[in-house]
């Protein structure tokens, strides 16, 4: 089944750690984003990729990196320098830059212990 | 201000109601009006796409946009239990994609 895989599905974070989000499609979509889910807001994007080897940054950057090496998948680092990080991640991908028919995860719930 | 607006409910109805689901957006630029349903924990899942001004329907789903007011709602017929989730709606220009807060919706037996 073509679809979105996200990994893990929850993921603890000690204080100064880095950590990274696992985000694979078989859609053969170009286009794949990183969203940020908090409680009473809105979907935040923090990166987007059109292309392999490019990425550009969303609204809420700082304190994560990407990188997107191949088509088929796109990891979220969430470094030390995220101060606020406990939050449901979302990987989307898309055919269209409009993301008309853009596809979702399952998500991950990261906590900071 | 927020550049969309929806309200956050939470919005609970009795099974077989009408129910009206609703986001005002600032941006002019946008073309595209989706809405989305997200079980908790979960990923959301697109239940339909509009372009421009106009009606869609699908099912028990109609969704319209009034881009002169730029309003768009999302109504339900018939509404069932499985139907209870948070509706997200979401709205594009080229490569810039912006999501209401979601609306919390209950439909009790």
């Known amino acids: 089944d073509g679809g979105i895989t996200q990994s893990p599905k929850y993921l603890f974070r000690k204080e100064g750690q880095n950590v990274t989000l696992s985000c694979e499609q078989n859609?053969?979509?170009?286009?794949m984003y990183w969203y940020r889910q908090d409680p009473g807001q809105g979907l935040r994007l923090i990166y987007y990729?059109?292309?392999?080897?490019?990425?550009q940054k969303g609204d809420i950057a700082e304190g994560y990196s990407v990188s997107r090496e191949k088509k088929e998948s796109f990891p979220l680092t969430v470094t030390s320098a995220q101060k606020n990080p406990t939050a449901f991640y979302l990987c989307?991908?898309?055919?269209?830059?409009?993301?008309?028919?853009?596809?979702f995860g399952q998500g991950t719930r990261l906590t900071v212990v | 201000q927020k550049e969309v607006e929806q309200d956050p409910g939470p919005l609970s109805v009795p099974e077989g109601a009408i129910v009206s689901l609703n986001c005002t957006y600032s941006?002019?630029?946008?073309?595209?009006f989706m809405w989305y349903r997200q079980y908790s924990r979960k990923g959301p899942e697109l239940l339909m796409y509009?372009?421009?001004?106009g009606n869609k329907e699908d099912g028990r789903f109609t969704a319209q946009v009034d881009k002169s007011s730029k309003y768009i709602s999302l109504f339900i017929r018939d509404s069932q239990p499985s139907d209870s989730a948070t509706y997200l709606c979401a709205m594009s220009a080229s490569n810039d994609m912006r999501f209401g807060a979601g609306t919390r919706l209950t439909v009790k037996p």
């Open positions: 509009t372009y421009s001004s």
């Open positions: 989307a991908s898309s055919w269209n830059r409009f993301m008309t028919e853009a596809f």
């Open positions: 990729s059109q292309i392999v080897n490019d990425f």
């Open positions: 941006n002019s630029a946008f073309q595209y």
């Open positions: 859609l053969n979509h170009d286009a």
